[in-house]
């Protein structure tokens, strides 16, 4: 196979007569997602900061002159999904046939959700799709209410993403207008909180609950009990492409973020991520990163030369031993300081957690703390600094150990990953600051991280 | 609670109810230890017949019931 140029990644386009811009040159190739590369504000939502890049979401029409209407689905689909290897997109790559045939043996009554609640303060992919192709979603959740005889279909959003709440229900009204074969689709926005997109937080809150992570005590539903299904955004586009017979995961959806810049690009499967980066936009030419975070806050960190030749697949990142997760690629450029970097997002984490478990409550601020200090470089001061330094070290070991896989939802465990991979990637910059001698990027963070506004769940002792 | 599944049952702390109180340490001192916090951690493996009768105990005395039973599949 020929490696062909990342798609969609060139810069828009210049600006126009009369000081508008001009529309960015838009793709019109079946199997790609985005109509074009997206330029993003560092984190939050998927709104970008020149509002003149940003294209109008596709119209009804012309996703139709494109792909024309979708298919009815049967409960054959599940069997096209699975020879077209469609995993989810949300970030554990589960496989989409494995999800829908443990939705099919539900007896009682379903509820489908498209996930728009991109949990990662850095990714933007999802946000960007359901504001350029919003019909894409919703053919793919209609197809899986359909096939799978779901009697409510949802569109879960971040509270606070008034953007991808306008395309969605102005696309949904443009559908009821035209008369497509919908379920009586509610958009719900749920908190604005990191959280607010695990499925088991989702399915808490659809169900009457809070929107909170829990630990399923069952692998199942029970017999005639509800039960839902929830399937990140991309991950029903893709649906929409398969049931038409269109190549559905030729490409993948990557949000490169450095320090300045983050972008929404989407590139062809197989190419080295070296390439993507050099291609991606976000990069002066030439200048290469030292280390990337491979899937946002709650991934984990690699040297770029360990990740630079793997072409972007899931299955050759999981063969390296790491992940693409959500698809986000934090990008430590020459001069970054890791161990600050791990640092300040370590104690956004701690912040930004449910408050529901004391492993979370008392361990994340604790990991967050030791990370600090390691960053920090003081400890060696003093006459027993070399002492000091091996004892923190264990201590955050410890600790680390102490929160792995005891949180009812999976952010701890993010935290976990983060500073567990910082302390081996950036090993010798660690020992380096904890001699007193800390590199000169030291002290803050060289990737976009945003305030904590505190505990984002219920204190404890509220009822549960 | 339905037939025991054929590779046994583990000994499972819901994070989410657990509040910290340290009785299941208590009652099943040699499943449960408590991190520096308080909270119980369990062992993972399956209970064997003789540590079930404690493990029940356990589970009947946590105030929030927080602790439960997985089978082992």
């Keep these: ?464 | 609670m339905s037939g025991r599944a054929a590779g046994g049952e583990r000994l499972r702390v819901d994070p989410a109810r657990c509040d910290g109180v340290g009785q299941c340490a208590r009652l099943a001192p040699d499943l449960v230890s408590l991190d520096r916090w308080g909270y119980p951690r369990v062992a993972e493996r399956p209970l064997t017949e003789a540590e079930r009768p404690v493990a029940e105990r356990a589970a009947k005395g946590c105030p929030f019931t927080a602790l439960w039973f997985q089978p082992v599949r």
């Design chain 1, 1 to 464: 196979m020929t490696p062909s140029l990342p798609l969609a990644a060139s810069a828009p386009t210049d600006a126009g007569a009369r000081g508008v811009a001009a529309a960015p040159a838009l793709s019109t190739v079946p199997w790609q997602l985005l109509a074009t590369a997206q330029r993003l504000a560092p984190f939050g939502g998927a709104d970008s900061v020149v509002t003149a890049d940003v294209p109008a979401p596709e119209a009804y029409v012309a996703h139709l002159a494109r792909l024309g209407h979708r298919p009815r689905a049967t409960t054959d689909l599940v069997e096209d999904l699975a020879g077209a290897g469609l995993a989810g997109c949300g970030g554990a790559h589960v496989p989409v046939a494995l999800k829908w045939r443990a939705a099919a043996e539900a007896t009682g009554p379903l509820t489908v959700v498209a996930n728009g609640a991109e949990s990662e303060p850095l990714a933007g992919k999802d946000g960007t799709l359901l504001r350029q192709r919003p019909h894409l979603v919703l053919d793919g959740l209609a197809l899986a209410a359909e096939a799978l005889g779901a009697s409510r279909t949802v569109v879960w959003l971040h509270g606070d993403d008034d953007g991808a709440r306008l395309a969605v229900e102005r696309a949904l009204a443009e559908r009821a207008a035209a008369g497509a074969r919908d379920h009586g689709v509610e958009v719900v926005a749920g908190p604005s909180h990191y959280l607010a997109g695990e499925a088991t937080a989702i399915t808490r809150a659809l169900e009457g609950g809070p929107p909170l992570p829990r630990q399923t005590r069952s692998y199942r539903p029970e017999p005639g009990g509800p039960a839902t299904l929830v399937q990140n955004v991309e991950t029903l586009a893709r649906v929409a492409l398969a049931a038409r017979g269109v190549p559905a995961m030729r490409t993948a959806l990557l949000t490169l973020v450095t320090a300045r810049d983050r972008r929404v690009v989407e590139v062809e499967r197989g190419i080295p991520l070296g390439d993507v980066v050099a291609a991606g936009g976000v990069l002066p030419p030439g200048l290469q990163p030292v280390a990337v975070l491979l899937g946002g806050y709650g991934g984990a960190w690699a040297s770029w030369t360990a990740v630079a030749g793997i072409p972007v697949a899931e299955a050759s990142f999981r063969a390296a031993g790491l992940t693409l997760g959500a698809g986000v690629v934090g990008l430590l450029l020459p001069g970054g300081c890791g161990p600050a970097t791990t640092a300040t997002i370590a104690a956004y984490l701690a912040s930004m957690s449910a408050a529901q478990c004391g492993p979370c409550l008392f361990g994340l601020p604790a990991v967050a703390a030791a990370t600090a200090a390691v960053a920090s470089g003081t400890v060696a001061t003093g006459r027993r600094g070399a002492g000091r330094s091996t004892q923190l070290l264990r201590d955050l070991g410890a600790d680390l150990d102490a929160v792995r896989g005891r949180g009812a939802g999976r952010h701890p465990d993010g935290a976990v990953r983060l500073v567990a991979s910082a302390l081996d990637v950036f090993a010798d910059d660690v020992a380096a600051h904890l001699a007193g001698r800390p590199c000169a990027g030291a002290g803050r963070a060289h990737l976009p991280v945003p305030p904590g506004p505190g505990t984002a769940g219920r204190r404890r002792g509220v009822a549960r």
